[in-house]
């Protein structure tokens, strides 16, 4: 096995092209090494891209946020910026496995692992961010394609998330269902972002976490949300529909049944949580 | 055959710098434990878990499991004995052997380096801020009350001692 530690992303992609998937790309460590240890991978050689500083940063434009890709889950979770304008991210940043973690763990690290309960892949959903790769741009909602698969090719690497911030006033909301407090693989996350208008919504985006394959988005649920006043019946109905739109699987930490039901009732706290918020 | 190179590995560790020859998959913590001799880096569950091998790379605190030995090339790591010795101890180490914070000892090093962190960044935590902050460190023997407790105090003797300064 060799060890590269390239210093830029040129030096990178043509390490990349020369391993041809062979290489793993290293960047927090914290899923690339437990898989190393389950033999889960077995790389020939191991590209440390830590040491690519000027792909860490978070920069707020005028209209849209920035995160580069390996910006950590900690400087997510502390950044004012995203607290401010997208409290969402910030709190799924800060449930993502426990502080030691989080201090390596990157943004880019949790979206290219793809994990189907990929905590920063759900509150990213309802933001309708954007993969920036060294070759293309790839909304979210396309980017994950199967348990721990995504679009990326064997040359390709996340440079950048991107979203536009939120017009005035959006009512956000998280909830992340775990079996305990820390270090937990979320049962069910759900995401939910609504800007309103004078009656109802005008936009609903929800993203959701482990009930299906991989990340979703709740799209039909969403379609229901927009346009009319939210009574408790159209709530009720956005609950049913949303139980439809999930395909969860039983595991360890919860079964399918649970899993559909949770994403229903955690759906209408959110919803009456957000138009109880003035 | 698999050939596996090795590589020259600079560490610093606590204010000491060292040399190892390490592979490419080798951990911070396997390299700190079996060619370094810091055993008091403890391994729990190898996989980013329990929160024994706490170490501080770079003032911030991390699994020794889940970095790789070479991502810690050139950068300073302090261990449990880079916070205090026996002789020395860290208002922490007092702290912990006083409200008996310690049961087995083996979520300890980890459980102190959690909260070294914190009282780094903040000199005034609350008892939550304190939880969340050993959220990575499991205790089996569950004796976390006397563990917050003397972080707790600690930091309170910390920030006296910091005012006697003044």
Known sequence: ????????????????????????????????????????????ALIDISNLKNLSYIKEERKRIRIGGLTTVSELAC??????YVPILSEASNQLGNPLVRN????AGNL??????????????????????????????????????????????????????????????YFKLGLRNSMAISVVSVAILMEMQEKGCKKARI?????????????????????????????????????????????????????????????????RKNIERK | MKLIKTYTLEININGEWKKAEVSPDETLLYTLREKLGHTEVKEGCGKGDCGACAVLLDGKAVNACLTLALQAHKQKVITLKGIGTPENPHPLQESFVRHGAIQCGFCTA????????????????????????????????????KIIDAIEEASQKLRRTMNDKR
Not at chain 1, 125 to 131: D, S
């Open chain 1, 1 to 44: 096995m060799e060890y590269f530690s390239p210093r830029t992303l040129n030096e990178t992609l043509i390490l990349m092209k020369k391993w041809k998937g062979k290489a793993e790309l290293v960047a927090g460590g914290t899923n690339v090494i437990p898989d190393m240890r389950a033999r889960a991978i077995k790389p020939q």
């Open chain 1, 112 to 173: 290219a692992d793809a994990s189907p309960a990929a905590d920063t892949a759900v509150p990213l959903l309802a933001l309708e961010a954007e993969v920036l790769t060294n070759q293309r741009r790839v909304p979210i909602d396309q980017f994950f394609i199967g348990p721990n698969k995504t679009i990326l090719k064997k040359d390709e690497i996340i440079k950048e998330i991107i979203f536009s911030k939120p017009n005035s006033n959006p009512k956000m909301g």
């Open chain 1, 207 to 271: 993203g959701l976490g482990a009930v299906a394959p991989t990340p979703i988005r709740a799209y039909r649920t969403e379609e229901m949300l927009v346009g009319k006043e939210i009574t408790s019946e159209l709530i009720e109905a956005c609950s049913n529909e949303i139980a439809k739109e999930v395909q969860p699987m039983t595991d360890i930490r919860g079964s399918a049944e649970y899993r559909r039901e949770m994403a229903s009732v955690l759906l209408k706290r959110l919803i």
């Open chain 1, 79 to 84: 950044s004012k910026v995203i607290q401010h």
């Open chain 1, 104 to 107: 390596r763990a990157t943004i």
């Open chain 2, 110 to 145: 980890g459980m102190i380096v959690s909260a070294k962190a914190l009282l780094d960044e903040n000199a005034r935590p609350t008892r939550e801020e304190i939880k969340k902050a050993i959220s990575g460190n499991l205790c089996r023997c569950t004796g976390y009350k």
